[in-house]
């Protein structure tokens, strides 16, 4: 599927996570994502709200009632406009959660890297984590590793990074495009004194991605929003696509100048057409059986639709690995060095491939063991397939100490009896 964000009053984090979710992401199944990082502190639920003419969703993140009691109540209050935006590390006065410590960059990948996440959420939240980091490098004249996020290292940003992935991967995104982003004007209040907008995170995180004036006050893009177009977007227009989804994702600050949301155009490319791929594949002898996920992991990191190892016998006898990855044309140089820096195959081939994709959705169905996710494949119209999705089954059957056949089944069996949207 194919994620067409359109900028026209910016971005923030929270901003994109209640768009997705109001373009159809579910929210019981991104906080257990979330949840799955082991942060604790906070709580966090969806509002509908109007913004402008628009009918729009806000994520709101707070501290858990044991942490609030700690300290001051604020919500999230990604202000986007300038006020109050915990999302840099440029911490603006005022704290969302009182008492969290400060984290550094080192430490806010090590809890990535343990959580239990689909692998491309964790690539997703670490690639968006990686061009903070690197922005912040570059400002302070610090190594990566020993820059401080005082606000994103902090709950509400966290959570931002991985609910965004977490919806982005429930709705089956692999292609994200969007819009050039509108710099604001005037300044913010922050810990390091009044820096004008855009603040030096913003600039330093959208190098290489084209920005745009605007006519509008206040921060528009917080460096949290910023990192995950950098990290995970394309810019550009809309593309050719079967339009399946819109959600409107509010800010929170309900301005008389324009209708502050973000919009998400969920969509596909025409279902059944041809396209071409590239198969890459080595064969290896020496590779431990450890090494395997994180190969693939790094092959999807990379771009790789596909990925898959198969036990083979080699030549002299030698039992062996045969490594494949499928990506599109322009990712084959991006995969093939992933390929070649993981595995420590002395080369590899490829092949051009042309490939039918059916296309795809999610529906999201409550069980009596909790939401799992269905993946339905459509051709021509009509559906031809319907899988519950394995993770969210077998997370399910763990929580309730039941077989995963036994979720998996009542979940297609609530699916096949819904009534249809």
């Not at 004036?213 to 949290?224: I, K, Q, Y």
């Not at 324009?258 to 025409?270: C, K, S, T």
């Not at 494949?324 to 002395?346: I, Y």
């Not at 042309?354 to 069980?367: D, F």
Request: hydrophobic share 45%; with cysteine.
């Amino acid at each position: 599927m194919i994620l067409f964000l359109d900028c026209f009053a910016g971005i923030a984090g929270d901003m994109l996570v209640a768009a997705l979710i109001h373009a159809g992401a579910p929210l019981d199944v991104v906080l257990a994502d979330v949840r799955a990082v082991g942060i604790p502190g906070w709580e966090a639920h969806c509002e509908r709200v109007h913004r402008g003419a628009y009918a729009a969703t806000r994520f709101v993140v707070r501290p858990s009632p044991a942490e609030a009691s700690s300290g001051p109540a604020h919500d999230h209050s990604h202000a986007h406009d300038g006020s109050h935006d915990h999302s840099h590390a440029h911490s603006p006065v005022g704290d969302s959660f009182p008492g969290q410590p400060q984290r550094d960059w080192a430490a806010i990948r090590a809890l990535l890297t343990a959580a239990e996440l689909p692998p491309r959420v964790r690539s997703r939240a670490l690639s968006a984590f990686a061009r903070l980091a690197e922005a912040e490098s570059r400002v302070h004249g610090v190594h990566i590793d020993d820059v401080q996020f005082h606000e994103v290292g902090a709950v509400d940003s966290i959570v931002d990074i991985v609910a965004a992935c977490s919806a982005m991967e429930a709705l089956s995104i692999t292609e994200i495009v969007a819009t050039p982003l509108p710099m604001g004007q005037g300044a913010v209040r922050t810990q390091h004194g009044i820096l004008s907008i855009p603040v030096p995170a913003t600039v330093e995180v959208l190098r290489g991605y084209p920005v745009m004036p605007s006519p509008f006050a206040g921060e528009l893009v917080t460096p949290t929003g910023a990192a995950l177009i950098a990290a995970l977007a394309k810019p550009g227009a809309m593309p050719a696509m079967i339009v399946r989804s819109v959600g409107y994702g509010a800010g929170t600050r309900d301005p008389s100048t324009h209708a502050n949301v973000l919009r998400a155009v969920i969509g596909e490319g025409q279902a059944g057409s041809l396209a071409e791929v590239v198969e890459l594949s080595a064969q290896v002898d020496d590779l431990p059986g450890e090494a395997v996920p994180p190969l693939l992991d790094a092959l999807f990191e990379a771009g790789a639709i596909d990925a898959f190892v198969v036990p083979v016998l080699m030549k002299k006898g030698r039992p062996g690995l045969w490594i494949h990855a499928l990506c599109a044309v322009d990712a084959q140089p991006a995969v093939g060095q992933a390929l070649v820096r993981h595995s420590g195959t002395f080369g590899y081939r490829w092949t051009a491939h042309q490939r039918e994709v059916m296309s795809r959705r999610w529906e999201a169905v409550t069980t009596e063991y909790g939401v799992v996710r269905v993946k339905i494949a459509e051709h021509a119209g009509s559906i031809v397939h319907a899988s519950p999705e394995y993770e969210d089954c077998r997370a399910a059957a763990l929580a309730a100490g039941v077989p995963v056949g036994r979720v998996h089944g009542a979940a297609l069996a609530i699916w096949a009896n819904r009534e249809p949207t």
